[in-house]
């Protein structure tokens, strides 16, 4: 049995917990996603992020909603930002925008690769990666940075300890904390956890919680990133991709008994990857105590 961190008592605090959500691509998918803010809102959030797409393709998006959360709600926002084709002076005047609009929060990672291409190749005017990006936004204000980071290494990693000196360099850099790339075993984030103290990485490191709402495209993500699909975790959604009722309530299950799992030993933090879907996640936080609340969500303008 593991050692417990810093005491696994789940009776004695609810968990703190974020959320990410991704910029839709329809006004009636912006609906959706301000009905799943306004479902999420009263659970009180530490803040809610909002996620670039492939290549910075929902850079303006992302801007816009990412602002109007700082300007019509009580929550705290977080953009994403990577250096995916833009210029420093493009990514700069994106971030003077975000603080200009009282964005106090950015989520700085380096970006995966425009849809086509298998590699990240630097804008020729622009940030190398995560370092220099968090390095440049150091520069226009004091904000508070997380970064990625990945129990299972990343796909690209030269080895564990590289990724270590890397994890160290964005620390040095500013960033803040560091929430991890979703995974199903939570070996996985002990020994990265582990692995992480052990190089005196004292910042903290958040696990990213993936709620399954359709298993074919959990299996896909995970091929892309790196994170393993164990086989009793795949069994358990076998046979669910034309339920998606039973798949919810298995995955419900499922996630909640992952951050049982953490929790029992001293982990009290979680991100969640909503996937615009509040339902679930709103479950999942419910069984681990984190209760609603009065709603965090102001009277938005009619504009």
Known sequence: MRRLRGGGDRKKEAPVVSFEFFPPKTEKMLD?????????????????SVTYG?????????????SRIRRETDLEPAAHLTCVGASVEEIDSVVRGYHDAGVQHIVALRGDPPEGESQFTPHPEGYDGSVELISGLKKIADFEISVGAYPETHPESRGAQSELDHLKRKLDAGATRFI??????????FNFLDRARGAGIEAPIVPGILPVTNFQQVARFSSVCGASVPGWFAHRFEGLDEDP???QLVAAYTAAEQCFGLLES?????????????????????MLGVRAGASRIMERNSA
């Not at 959706?32 to 809610?48: E, I, T, Y």
């Not at 991890?180 to 984030?189: G, K, S």
């Open 32 to 48: 959706g996603l301000w009905r799943s803010l306004d479902r999420l809102a009263p659970l009180k959030p530490r803040f809610v």
């Open 54 to 66: 492939a290549g910075g393709s929902t850079r303006e998006r992302t801007h816009a909603i990412v």
């Open 180 to 189: 991890t790339q979703f995974f199903f075993d939570n070996d996985y984030f």
């Open 245 to 247: 009722k039973m798949c």
């Open 266 to 286: 001293g982990i009290n933090e979680f991100h969640f990857y909503t996937l615009n879907r509040a339902d679930l996640v709103f479950a999942i936080c419910h």
